[in-house]
T-cell receptor, first 113, second 111 residues
Framework: KQEVTQIPAALSVPEGENLVLNCSFTDSAIYNLQWFRQDPGKGLTSLLL?????REQTSGRLNASLDKSSGRSTLYIAASQPGDSATYLC????????????FGKGTKLSVIP | EPEVTQTPSHQVTQMGQEVILRCVPISNHLYFYWYRQILGQKVEFLVS????????KSEIFDDQFSVERPDGSNFTLKIRSTKLEDSAMYFC?????????FGPGTRLLVL
């Protein structure tokens, strides 16, 4: 059974700092990996999707990497801003034909002005 | 990004009552998903729905749960006889190509 772990559970950084969020998964036979943002009491906003054949994806100040063989992904946020404060979730899709997502518990990020 | 709305945003119900949660994608989609998030816990997969049929379901999705697309646009999740442990945020998602897009959720509280 796939297990997804995110470390740290919470992170507090001063505005402007670059930061890295970590995600690990136990079964490397994934189809893709998706990073989401969740604001308190709200839904999930898709940030980036990385296919299993890709190594990284970039969107603005966000860069996600994937090392499928070691079961790891990172989300790099450059020049953090207070508006980046949220919980960041990592989720993996099981395999071709099965797109159900298995989620980590998330990293709660606070960016201090 | 595809837009997905869910109604109601909040629902309070008594244990044993039936509830219906609705998902309305703005444009036409074929792939639908329901997930739930118990307060403080991970988001968990419940069921996927394609071409008017369930394609996958988790062990959580027992006989108390059902899904349907009654009018070709709305996508509903029904819980027949709610239990206290059904209290959670329920998210609908649609998939386009590889990416899943989530609605804002329905917060269900069972008393």
């Amino acid at each position: 059974k796939q297990e997804v772990t995110q470390i740290p559970a919470a992170l507090s950084v001063p505005e402007g700092e670059n930061l890295v969020l970590n995600c690990s998964f136990t079964d490397s036979a994934i189809y893709n990996l998706q990073w989401f943002r969740q604001d308190p009491g709200k839904g999930l906003t898709s940030l980036l999707l990385i296919q299993s054949s890709q190594r990284e994806q970039t969107s603005g100040r966000l860069n996600a990497s994937l090392d499928k063989s070691s079961g790891r992904s990172t989300l790099y946020i450059a020049a953090s801003q207070p508006g980046d404060s949220a919980t960041y979730l990592c989720a993996v899709a099981a395999g071709a034909g099965s797109y159900q997502l298995t989620f980590g518990k998330g990293t709660k990020l606070s960016v201090i002005p | 990004e595809p837009e997905v709305t869910q109604t109601p945003s909040h629902q309070v119900t008594q244990m044993g009552q039936e509830v219906i949660l609705r998902c309305v994608p703005i444009s036409n989609h074929l792939y639908f998903y329901w997930y739930r998030q118990i307060l403080g816990q991970k988001v968990e997969f419940l069921v996927s729905f394609y071409n008017n049929e369930i394609s996958e379901k988790s062990e959580i999705f027992d006989d108390q749960f059902s899904v349907e697309r009654p009018d070709g646009s709305n996508f509903t999740l029904k819980i027949r006889s709610t239990k206290l442990e059904d209290s959670a945020m329920y998210f609908c998602a649609i998939r386009t190509e590889e990416t899943q897009y989530f609605g804002p959720g329905t917060r269900l509280l069972v008393l």
